[in-house]
C-alpha cells in the first residue's frame, strides 16, 4: 500500500546477530522463524541451492551462540514464482514438490532444530488468496471449486510436513501447524446456549482448515459446505491427515461476538460499534476474550492436548522516528498485549493447554500488502538508518518474560 518492497525491509537477513543479541538482551529465549523455499529450491522443485542452506547454517549457529531456540516455519507463503505459474496450490505438483522440500530441509537441519511448524495459515495462502483479496498474494479469483482445492493441497502440505519431521527430525523432535481462523467469543458467557452457538460456529467456520488440523479429519459439515465443489481428494489423503501432531499453534489477534441466533437455529455475529475499542489507525481490534475462548474451543475438540499461540500482537502505524526523549511510547500496543495475556493466563487457570506464547513480532517488518506502513514490532525499526530502539512494549515485555508473569 505505501509503496515499499521487502527487497531490503529489516535487512535481517544480513543483521540477525545484532537482533538475536537484543533478544537475548531483552530476554528471550525463543524465536519462531521461516524459511524461504526459492531460497533454497529456487525455481520450486529443482536443484538445490547450497548458499540459501548455508545461510540457515549460520543462523542457527548464531542462534545456539545467543541461548535462543528457534521455532522454524516450513511455508509462509513464500511460494517460488515457477510453481505458481504452474498453476500454485491448484495443482497437485505443488503438494509434491512442498513434500520433497519438507526432506531436504528437515534432514539438513534436523541437528539444529527440534522445533518444527509445518505451514502457516493455510486460509490465508488458500482461500483467502483465491477469492480476489488483494491483500493476500497471489490474489486471483478462482471457481470455487479451485478455491476448496487449494485449501484440501494447503492441509496435505501441513501434512507431509509432519511425515517429513517424523521421518527425518531426529530424537525429541516436535511438529505442529501455524493457523488462524475464525475465534468467536460466547456474548454472554453465563449463557450455556451462547457457548454452545459460539463453539458450533468455530468448527464450522474453520471447516475446512483449522477444523480439520485439530480434528485430523474432516468435520461432518464440510460435505455440505462443500456442496457441488468438492475438491478432488485422492486416496490415501484421509491417512496423511490423520497423523497426529505433537502440538497446535494458533494465531489469534481477534474475535467476533456471537450469540444464538434470535430465530432458534444456529448463531449470529453481532456488528462492532464504530466506538469499539480499537486505534483509529489499527489493523488489529481489541478483543482480549478471543485468546480465551479460541484455545479453549481448540483444546475440547483436538486431539493434540498442547497448545501455543504462535503469532499474537498489535499493528498499527506508529512515529516514523523516535520522540525528544528517544522514546516511542507504544501504549496502545502494551496495553493490548497486556489484556490478551491476561485472558491466556485465565485460559490455563481453567485447564486449558496452552504451553508457550509467540509475540507478533520482535521487529517492524515489511507486512506484506501493507509493506512498512503498518507497524508489529516491539522493537521500532527506522528503515533509512536501519538503527533498531526497543519501545515502551518492548521493555514491559522484557520485565514479563524476566517474571513470568503479566505485570
Not at 542452506?53 to 543462523?59: A, G, T, V
Request: net charge neutral; charged share 20%; glycine share 8%.
Amino acid at each position: 500500500m505505501d509503496g515499499t518492497t521487502p527487497a531490503v525491509a529489516c535487512d535481517h537477513y544480513h543483521r540477525y546477530p545484532e537482533d538475536f543479541a537484543l533478544m537475548r538482551e531483552l530476554g528471550v529465549r525463543n524465536y519462531r522463524l521461516s524459511l524461504s523455499w526459492p531460497r533454497i529450491i529456487p525455481d520450486g522443485d529443482g536443484q538445490v541451492n547450497q548458499r540459501g542452506l548455508d545461510f540457515y547454517h549460520r543462523l542457527f549457529a548464531s542462534l545456539k551462540e545467543h541461548g535462543i531456540t528457534p521455532w522454524v516455519t516450513l511455508f509462509h507463503w513464500d511460494l517460488p514464482q515457477a510453481l505458481q505459474e504452474d498453476g500454485g496450490w491448484v495443482n497437485r505438483k505443488t503438494v509434491d514438490a512442498f513434500a520433497r522440500f519438507a526432506d531436504i530441509v528437515v534432514k539438513e537441519f534436523s541437528g539444529e532444530v527440534k522445533h518444527w511448524f509445518t505451514t502457516n495459515e493455510i486460509e490465508c495462502f488458500t482461500k483467502k488468496a483465491h477469492t480476489g483479496n488483494l491483500n493476500k498474494a497471489p490474489g486471483l479469483p478462482l471457481p470455487k471449486r479451485d478455491v476448496h482445492q487449494t485449501m484440501h493441497h494447503g492441509l496435505m502440505a501441513h501434512s507431509h510436513g509432519v511425515r517429513a519431521v517424523r521421518a527425518h527430525g531426529g530424537p525429541g523432535a516436535l511438529v505442529g501447524p501455524a493457523d488462524c481462523g475464525h475465534m468467536p467469543i460466547p456474548f454472554d458467557e453465563s449463557s450455556p446456549d451462547c457457548v454452545e452457538a459460539a463453539k458450533a460456529s468455530f468448527i464450522e467456520e474453520n471447516a475446512l482448515t483449522l477444523a480439520a488440523l485439530l480434528l485430523g479429519k474432516y468435520p461432518d459439515c464440510a460435505t455440505r459446505l462443500w456442496g457441488e465443489d468438492a475438491p478432488m481428494i485422492l486416496p490415501g489423503d484421509d491417512l496423511l491427515l490423520a497423523q497426529p501432531c505433537d502440538f497446535i499453534g494458533l494465531n489469534i489477534y481477534s474475535g467476533g461476538l456471537m450469540r444464538q441466533a434470535r430465530n432458534g437455529h444456529g448463531w449470529e455475529q453481532l456488528p462492532l460499534p464504530k466506538a469499539y475499542p480499537a486505534s483509529t489507525y489499527s489493523v488489529t481490534s481489541f478483543s482480549a476474550p478471543s485468546i480465551y475462548w479460541g484455545t479453549r474451543f481448540a483444546a475440547e475438540i483436538s486431539r493434540t492436548k498442547s497448545i501455543f499461540i504462535s503469532e499474537n500482537g498489535y499493528g498499527t502505524t506508529e512515529p516514523a522516528t523516535p520522540d525528544a526523549n528517544g522514546e516511542i511510547l507504544d501504549l496502545h500496543r502494551r496495553e493490548y498485549l497486556r489484556q490478551y495475556l491476561r485472558e491466556l493466563q485465565r485460559a490455563t487457570a481453567d485447564g486449558v493447554p496452552v504451553r508457550g506464547y509467540f509475540c507478533w513480532s520482535f521487529t517492524d517488518n515489511f507486512e506484506w500488502s501493507y509493506g512498512t506502513e503498518i507497524r508489529f514490532g516491539l522493537v521500532h525499526i527506522d528503515y533509512a538508518t536501519q538503527k533498531r530502539t526497543p519501545k515502551l512494549s518492548a521493555r514491559w515485555y522484557a520485565r514479563v518474560i524476566a517474571q513470568n508473569r503479566v505485570v
